[in-house]
Each structure stands twice: as C-alpha cells, then as structure tokens.
C-alpha cells in the first residue's frame, strides 16, 4: 500500500481531473463568476487530490461502488475542512444556511465526475492486471 507505482499515479491524475470537471459543472450550473471559478479550479482539484491519497489507502483493492463512495466522502470532508478555514480568511461571515447550501452543491456537482473516474480507473485496473 506504498503511495507508489502506476496504478497510484493514474488515479491520482483522475481525481485531479474529477476536480476540474467538478468546478466546470458548478460553474455552468450556478453561473460563472471568474473570481469564484479561479478559487474552486484551486480548491476542488486539491480537495479530490487529497481525498484520493486517502481513498487509495482505505480501499485500493475493492469494488467500483466502494472506491466512489470513499472519494466522494473523503473529498466533501476536506472540502468542509476548507470550507470552515478559508471563511474567515475571506471575511464573510460563517452562516450555518450557507455551509450547508455550499457543501449540497459541491456533493451534487461532485456526484457524476466520481463515478465516471472511479469507473475509469477500475478499466484501467482491469487492463493492466
């Protein structure tokens, strides 16, 4: 389980395209706002990253739903964690309505770049062994 070796690099590169692809279906859902669209093109692809190193150590070997289901959550933790630190940094003011409205759009945007990731990694995985 070293943070080693193809497969590693390979789904790592993924998860930082699920980022990518996260932000540019939040923005076109949402609307696109260049200042806001530059910050999630930094923390999404970083969060997803992140999120991948630890799904990669609690499940590398299991199944297609596991490994979606682990990104998906290890990734919205982070996403929460930055979430709460950078709102003070920005000044605006930490509202409970607003966390939760924030952490649904990112999970709803998040939801169908994962899958298609985690199912592409799995051919891949299935390729090479």
Not at 11 to 21: D, N, P, R, S, T
Not at 103 to 111: D, E, F, G, K
């Amino acid at each position: 389980m070293k943070l080693k070796g193809k497969n590693f690099f390979s789904f790592e590169v993924l998860m930082l395209l699920c980022g990518i692809a996260t932000a540019c279906i939040e923005a076109l859902n949402y609307g696109i706002s260049l200042f806001y669209v530059i910050g999630q093109l930094f923390v999404y692809p970083l969060c997803f990253c992140i999120g991948g190193i630890a799904t990669w150590k609690v499940t590398r070997h299991s199944g297609f739903w596991q490994l979606a289901g682990y990104s998906l959550l290890f990734s919205s933790l982070l996403y929460n964690v930055f979430h709460i630190v950078l709102y003070p940094v920005f000044g605006v003011p930490f509202c409970s309505s607003s966390h939760l409205s924030a952490m649904c759009v990112y999970i709803l945007s998040a939801i169908l770049p994962v899958l298609l990731c985690c199912y592409v990694y799995k051919q891949i995985e299935k390729r090479v062994v």
